[in-house]
Protein backbone atom coordinates (compact mmCIF):
# COMPACT_ATOMS: atom_id res chain seq x y z
CA UNK A 1 0.00 0.00 0.00
CA UNK A 2 1.39 3.28 -0.82
CA UNK A 3 -0.99 5.25 1.13
CA UNK A 4 -1.12 4.33 4.70
CA UNK A 5 -4.24 6.53 5.33
CA UNK A 6 -6.25 3.63 3.73
CA UNK A 7 -5.57 1.19 5.97
CA UNK A 8 -6.19 2.97 9.06
CA UNK A 9 -9.41 4.18 7.80
CA UNK A 10 -10.12 0.23 7.22
CA UNK A 11 -8.71 -0.51 10.72
CA UNK A 12 -10.93 2.32 12.10
CA UNK A 13 -14.05 1.13 11.09
CA UNK A 14 -14.00 -2.80 10.49
CA UNK A 15 -11.19 -4.02 12.91
CA UNK A 16 -11.10 -1.14 15.90
CA UNK A 17 -11.54 -3.37 18.53
CA UNK A 18 -8.51 -5.79 17.42
CA UNK A 19 -6.55 -3.33 16.89
CA UNK A 20 -6.49 -1.40 20.10
CA UNK A 21 -6.12 -4.90 21.77
CA UNK A 22 -2.98 -5.53 19.46
CA UNK A 23 -1.53 -2.07 20.23
CA UNK A 24 -2.49 -2.46 24.19
CA UNK A 25 -0.41 -6.00 24.07
CA UNK A 26 2.50 -4.59 21.59
CA UNK A 27 2.75 -0.89 23.80
CA UNK A 28 1.95 0.60 20.69
CA UNK A 29 0.69 4.25 20.25
CA UNK A 30 -2.32 3.96 18.22
CA UNK A 31 -2.26 5.48 14.50
CA UNK A 32 -6.51 5.79 13.93
CA UNK A 33 -7.54 8.92 12.20
CA UNK A 34 -9.33 9.73 15.31
CA UNK A 35 -6.57 8.79 17.92
CA UNK A 36 -3.69 10.91 15.70
CA UNK A 37 -6.55 13.92 15.69
CA UNK A 38 -7.50 14.23 18.79
CA UNK A 39 -3.76 14.15 19.71
CA UNK A 40 -3.09 16.83 17.79
CA UNK A 41 -6.19 19.23 18.95
CA UNK A 42 -4.95 18.13 22.66
CA UNK A 43 -1.10 19.33 22.05
CA UNK A 44 -2.44 22.96 20.10
CA UNK A 45 -4.95 23.58 23.11
CA UNK A 46 -1.56 22.53 25.41
CA UNK A 47 0.56 24.83 23.34
CA UNK A 48 -1.43 27.87 23.67
CA UNK A 49 -2.39 27.73 27.41
CA UNK A 50 -0.23 30.12 28.96
CA UNK A 51 2.38 28.94 31.18
CA UNK A 52 2.33 30.08 35.06
CA UNK A 53 5.55 30.70 37.02
CA UNK A 54 3.73 30.61 40.34
CA UNK A 55 5.89 27.19 41.03
CA UNK A 56 9.03 28.96 40.52
CA UNK A 57 9.45 32.10 42.49
CA UNK A 58 9.89 32.13 45.51
CA UNK A 59 10.36 35.40 47.62
CA UNK A 60 13.22 37.36 47.43
CA UNK A 61 14.85 37.88 51.09
CA UNK A 62 14.64 41.92 52.06
CA UNK A 63 18.34 43.66 51.75
CA UNK A 64 19.68 43.40 55.04
CA UNK A 65 22.60 45.57 55.22
CA UNK A 66 24.50 47.68 52.10
CA UNK A 67 28.09 47.26 51.43
CA UNK A 68 30.26 50.08 52.66
CA UNK A 69 32.54 50.93 49.88
CA UNK A 70 36.01 50.86 50.60
CA UNK A 71 39.22 50.27 47.75
CA UNK A 72 40.10 47.07 48.62
CA UNK A 73 36.66 45.61 48.41
CA UNK A 74 36.60 47.57 45.08
CA UNK A 75 40.28 46.49 43.96
CA UNK A 76 39.18 42.83 44.60
CA UNK A 77 36.05 42.84 42.97
CA UNK A 78 37.16 44.55 39.45
CA UNK A 79 40.15 41.59 40.13
CA UNK A 80 37.42 39.25 40.32
CA UNK A 81 35.53 40.43 37.14
CA UNK A 82 38.48 40.64 35.02
CA UNK A 83 39.60 36.73 36.00
CA UNK A 84 35.99 35.36 35.64
CA UNK A 85 35.87 37.77 32.36
CA UNK A 86 39.08 36.92 30.85
CA UNK A 87 39.97 40.16 30.58
CA UNK A 88 43.49 41.40 30.00
CA UNK A 89 45.19 43.03 33.00
CA UNK A 90 45.23 46.92 31.14
CA UNK A 91 41.13 46.21 30.88
CA UNK A 92 40.67 48.51 34.15
CA UNK A 93 42.80 51.30 32.39
CA UNK A 94 40.59 51.41 29.76
CA UNK A 95 38.97 54.92 29.28
CA UNK A 96 35.36 53.59 29.11
CA UNK A 97 35.33 51.43 31.81
CA UNK A 98 36.61 54.37 33.64
CA UNK A 99 34.03 56.25 32.24
CA UNK A 100 31.54 53.55 33.32
CA UNK A 101 32.80 53.45 36.73
CA UNK A 102 32.44 56.97 37.07
CA UNK A 103 29.02 56.68 35.86
CA UNK A 104 27.94 54.13 38.35
CA UNK A 105 29.13 56.23 41.07
CA UNK A 106 26.88 58.84 40.38
CA UNK A 107 23.84 56.56 41.00
CA UNK A 108 22.07 57.05 44.62
CA UNK A 109 19.96 53.84 44.61
CA UNK A 110 22.16 51.48 43.03
CA UNK A 111 22.84 50.55 39.61
CA UNK A 112 20.73 48.38 37.05
CA UNK A 113 22.60 46.31 35.04
CA UNK A 114 21.14 46.16 31.56
CA UNK A 115 20.32 42.86 30.16
CA UNK A 116 21.67 40.91 27.20
CA UNK A 117 18.53 42.55 25.05
CA UNK A 118 18.76 46.08 26.17
CA UNK A 119 23.09 45.35 25.53
CA UNK A 120 22.13 44.50 21.56
CA UNK A 121 19.65 47.21 20.90
CA UNK A 122 22.44 50.15 22.20
CA UNK A 123 25.21 48.00 20.35
CA UNK A 124 22.92 48.35 16.50
CA UNK A 125 22.03 52.27 17.83
CA UNK A 126 25.78 52.75 18.20
CA UNK A 127 26.51 51.09 15.55
CA UNK A 128 24.41 53.21 13.34
CA UNK A 129 24.98 55.89 14.35
CA UNK A 130 28.60 55.77 13.59
CA UNK A 131 27.79 54.51 9.86
CA UNK A 132 26.10 57.97 9.77
CA UNK A 133 28.68 60.01 10.82
CA UNK A 134 31.16 57.69 8.44
CA UNK A 135 28.51 58.26 5.99
CA UNK A 136 28.32 62.21 6.23
CA UNK A 137 32.18 62.56 6.35
CA UNK A 138 32.88 60.72 3.42
CA UNK A 139 29.78 62.68 1.72
CA UNK A 140 31.65 66.03 2.59
CA UNK A 141 35.38 65.00 1.88
CA UNK A 142 36.55 66.06 -1.41
CA UNK A 143 39.38 63.96 -2.77
Request: charged share 25%.
Amino acid sequence: VKDASTLRRHLERYHQPAYYKWCKTENFLSMLPKDTKARKLKAEVAKKRQLTLDGQLVPRPPATKKLIYTHERFAEAAVRWMIATDQSLSALANEYFIVMIDTAALATNGVEIPGRHASRATVMRLFKENLWRLKALFNVCVF
